[in-house]
Structure formats: C-alpha cells, structure tokens
C-alpha cells in the first residue's frame, strides 16, 4: 500500500497544478494531504508486524 500511496501522491501533485478547474485542484490538493497523512500509520502497521517498511511493496 505504501507504493501505491506514494504513486497516489505523485499523480495528485500533478492534478492539483494541471487540472482544469479549480474543483479538480482543491480535490487533487486534499487527495494528496489525504495520503500523505495515511503514510505514517501504514509504516506503523507494517513495523508491527514485523516487517521493514521500505522494503514492503
């Protein structure tokens, strides 16, 4: 999950200064705060089961 956040991250970056209209900017911008705040938590579940989360894909 954590690439796919990360991958996530990356294309809402783009939309949020590339969109059309102003509605898609503010959606991308949330998507993207939306993520980046799950991406802790996703380490911490990782890191308790035992794994490593940077090698976790």
């Given at each position: 999950m954590i690439p796919h956040h990360e991958s996530?991250?990356?294309?809402a970056r783009?939309?949020?200064?590339?969109?059309?209209?102003?509605?898609?900017?503010?959606a991308a911008k949330?998507?993207?705060a939306d993520?980046?705040?799950d991406l802790?938590?996703?380490?911490?579940?990782i890191r308790?089961?035992?794994k490593d989360?940077?090698?976790a894909s």
């Open positions: 996530g991250i990356q294309m783009m939309a949020a200064t590339n969109a059309a209209t102003e509605a898609l900017r503010n949330a998507s993207v993520q980046e705040s802790p938590e996703l380490h911490k579940i308790a089961a035992g989360p940077d090698a």
